[in-house]
């Protein structure tokens, strides 16, 4: 873990707290950062590349003047998931917002894909966040408040593999979680993005001429409408009318139609 000294605040205002956003490196999670830092947040940004996390802090520090705390970890095992719960809940500095971000996909279906990239797939989807937020909850409910955002998707709502099944878990327990820790000054927000234009689907291989030109979200927007969402105690976000409409639909039709549509993401 590295930290950055930063300058004299051009914003006159306090730090509006600390938030640690996992996945920083790029896409959602680097808007993620540019957002709060934009808010007058101090971050401690985590992902398994310390050489782009560095970079990054550098220039939000130079950027918005703010404290920058790097820390490397690898959210697809037990050592990398806690250290970064250790520091959640560490003081002086608490974390007041966490951002569950980091996550990746996987082609093929469920049982021809190999068997520990599906566990893995399932730790970095499910039991990091969990783990995590069970340490946001303590330090935050200690504290007196804070708010939580899960990054899920869409596909929380459709029948399209173990990625759904992972992201459905995710939102059912924001939901659950948002009702339950209210009253100890916590927010917990499942943002339920559509197809983002960020490195998730080049990663995983996935061929994006299929997906419509419509579908395509843009990370700022998603990002601001995820932060509004949880400042206002929402328990689900879904950025854009059109997938609010498309979720809805998915409810009434055939799970075999919904499917099939939801695989043409892959």
């Known amino acids: 873990m590295s930290e950055s000294t930063p ?20 896409g959602l999670g680097a808007e993620f950062c540019t957002q709060l830092a934009a808010a007058g947040h101090d971050l401690v940004i985590v992902a398994r590349d310390e050489l782009r996390l560095e970079e990054l ?11 920058v705390e790097v820390l490397g970890a690898d959210l697809t095992t037990a050592v990398g998931t806690t250290a970064v719960a250790e520091r959640i809940s560490a003081e002086p500095s608490p974390i007041s917002v966490l951002v569950n971000n980091a996550g990746f996909g996987l082609l093929g279906n469920f049982a021809d894909n190999d068997l520990e990239a599906e566990l893995g797939h399932l730790y970095i989807h499910n039991q990091a966040p969990l783990t995590l937020m069970h340490a946001a909850l303590n330090a935050m409910g200690a504290s007196g408040g804070g708010r939580i955002i899960n990054v899920a998707s ?3 709502f459709t029948p399209r593999g173990s990625y759904s099944a992972a992201k459905s878990l995710i939102v059912n327990f924001s939901r659950w979680a948002n009702v339950f820790y209210k009253d100890r000054g916590i927010s917990v927000t499942a943002l339920c993005p559509g197809f983002v234009r960020t490195e998730f689907h080049d990663r995983m291989g996935a061929n994006k001429t299929s997906i419509p ?23 689900v976000s879904i950025p854009s009318k059109r997938y609010r409409f ?14 099939r549509l939801a695989r043409r993401g892959r």
């Open 246 to 259: 498309v979720i809805g639909l998915s409810r009434l039709a055939p799970d075999a139609l919904v499917e």
């Open 57 to 67: 802090a550098s220039r939000l520090h130079a950027r918005f003047a703010i404290h």
């Open 213 to 235: 030109a419509w579908g395509w979200l843009d990370a700022a927007r998603v990002v601001r409408e995820g932060l509004s969402a949880s400042e206002a105690g929402k328990s």
């Open 154 to 156: 869409v596909a929380a």
């Open 7 to 26: 300058p004299a605040r051009t914003n006159p205002h306090r730090s509006r707290g600390t938030a640690l956003i996992t996945g920083a490196t790029a």
